[in-house]
């Protein structure tokens, strides 16, 4: 089955709570350039998200993958070039009120003063979306989707770090989401809480059809449930293909960066390429 | 130059958050738990420090006032002095003071590290507005309890007055002709001038202090110069405001 067949077969949205469908949405970034002062963090990047696919933005720490992500949520503005969630400028509230959009933060970013179940049902309530009692439902049965229900009643400050990313993304959820973003989901992980974040992204592609997202350097999660996968280096976009396309790649930055050695025969000081983005 | 810019900047942005706060005025109702919890923050936990602070402004006051005007055989009019003094000037002023010093900065501190620890970016993106959810109430918080507080610092400072005119034997006057000079001279008018000005300053330090702390970036250490930065220019507009309140109330 080919990549464009696998998207388009699950390009409507399916809501977590009613089972109602909605169109997924697509993301386009086109020639964007961000600068920080004299700082280039991204330089001319392009490219398409398709409706319904989980694409992986992958590359070295300061790359500029976190910056990207915030522009597709909306959250920077772009020193050149635009980005378009199904059409729209991602920035304007207008946008937001079309098109729901939820990011998963990389350190949760949960409001410390409210208990987990009020971090999810603050969404809602805000958009009134529903009765109090409509809320409970839809906060309980998130919190069932990520294992959490007994969690309802802590505070993020008592959460571990796996708990705190499953929160957030139970907030998320919660949104009813047509375009997930995920910043960084296993990163402070163990292996196997890592798998089961990568699980759940998954499984919520399978099961509501979302379009995701996905900022990580977690190898195993790029190239297990990625539709695409997208490499970041030094502000610029040097790859772009399927997990297959990456795992058969001879660039020697790509395969340098995704099959690290470890001399433990003559451990040194390694001298670190210095990230070339000023 | 650059201290020009930044001065501009930080007025426009918080006109800018002003007009955004007020947009989503008619939210105020549904927002009835976070204003009753912002009544409590401003209001109840103030009250204590301002209540001790009043009732020894009150107290000095009337021992520099008996010192002063013994000389002119004045001593009866210290009730008028303490009374005045109270209502127009530094009731609403030593408050506003203590609300920037204590409240103010509480307000900040936690804006600043919400907007730190992504909170703020995360309201952002649920398109919950932080001006509507983190503003609206701490301003309109802030319009409410000032009138409550002013009234029990005036009170509190009046009393403090009158425990040192009666029994600190250099003031040596009675309660009686302390009261009586302070209703005689003291008018509705001049405690709701007082209201009046407080009501500004109140609001100003509860704006500055919110546009603040949600432009921090950066880390920890920008949240503890954030607060000091929002306190610093909260006490200098208490003091530009005051004269051209006062001049306009006039």
């Given at each position: 089955m080919s990549d464009e067949t696998i998207v388009s077969s699950c390009s409507k949205t399916r809501n977590p709570f009613t089972g109602a469908e909605a169109d997924a949405v697509s993301v386009k970034v086109e020639g964007l350039s961000k600068k920080f002062g004299s700082l280039?963090?991204?330089?001319n990047i392009s490219f398409d998200v398709r409706p319904g696919e989980i694409f992986v933005i992958m590359g070295p720490s300061g790359s500029g993958k976190s910056v990207l992500l915030r522009h597709i949520a909306g959250l920077e503005t772009p020193t050149s070039g635009r980005v378009t969630v199904d059409g729209l400028d991602p920035t304007l509230e207008e946008t937001r009120d079309r098109v729901r959009l939820a990011l998963v933060f990389q350190e949760g970013a949960?409001?410390?003063?409210?208990?987990v179940y009020d971090n999810l049902a603050l969404y809602p309530r805000e958009h009134r979306s529903g009765g109090e009692k409509a809320i409970r439902e839809k906060v309980l049965h998130a919190l069932k989707i990520l294992s959490l229900e007994k969690s309802?009643?802590?505070?993020?400050?008592?959460?571990s770090g796996g708990m705190k990313k499953r929160v957030s993304i139970a907030r998320a959820l919660v949104m009813e989401p047509q375009l997930l973003l995920y910043d960084e989901?296993?990163?402070?992980?163990?292996p196997v809480m890592g798998a089961t974040i990568s699980e759940i992204i998954a499984t919520l592609k399978q099961e509501y059809s979302v379009t995701s997202i996905v900022v990580t350097h977690d190898r195993e999660l790029a190239l297990t449930i990625s539709t695409r996968v997208g490499i970041l280096m030094a502000g610029k976009l040097i790859s772009l293909g399927t997990p297959d396309d990456l795992k058969n790649t001879k660039e020697p930055r790509i395969v340098d960066f995704l099959n690290p050695k470890i001399d433990i025969e003559h451990p040194r000081f390694k001298v670190l390429e210095t990230q070339d983005i000023t | 130059m650059k201290q020009i810019n930044m001065v501009l900047e930080g007025a426009g942005s918080m006109v800018l958050l002003l007009v955004r706060a007020a947009s989503y005025a008619g939210s105020l109702p549904r927002q009835w738990a976070r204003f009753v919890e912002q009544c409590y923050l401003i209001g109840y936990t103030t009250l204590p420090i301002v209540a001790i602070l009043s009732f020894f402004i009150g107290t000095v006051l009337a021992l520099e006032a008996g010192y002063s005007m013994e000389g002119f055989g004045a001593k009866e009019f210290i009730g008028s002095l303490v009374g005045l003094s109270m209502a127009r000037e530094l009731g609403p002023m030593m408050t506003s003071v203590l609300l920037a010093g204590r409240v103010g900065s509480a307000i900040t501190a936690e804006l600043a590290s919400m907007k730190v620890y992504h909170e703020v970016d995360a309201l952002t993106t649920m398109n919950i507005p932080a001006a509507k959810i983190l503003v609206l109430p701490r301003l309109a918080a802030a319009l409410v309890m000032m009138p409550v507080l002013i009234i029990i610092a005036n009170i509190v400072g009046w009393f403090g007055g009158s425990v040192v005119a009666r029994y600190v034997s250099s003031v040596g006057i009675s309660s009686e002709s302390y009261f009586a000079a302070l209703r005689h001279y003291t008018k509705f008018k001049d405690v709701m001038n007082g209201m009046a000005k407080a009501e500004v300053f109140g609001f100003v330090v509860v704006l500055v202090c919110c546009n603040i702390g949600l432009n921090t970036r950066g880390g920890p250490r920008e949240i503890g110069a954030a607060v000091t930065r929002a306190v610093v220019v909260s006490l200098i507009l208490i003091l530009i405001l005051d004269y051209f309140v006062t001049k306009l109330l006039m």
């Open positions: 280039a963090v991204l330089r949960l409001f410390n003063s409210l208990s309802a009643d802590q505070f993020p400050s008592e959460l989901p296993t990163s402070e992980l163990d | -």
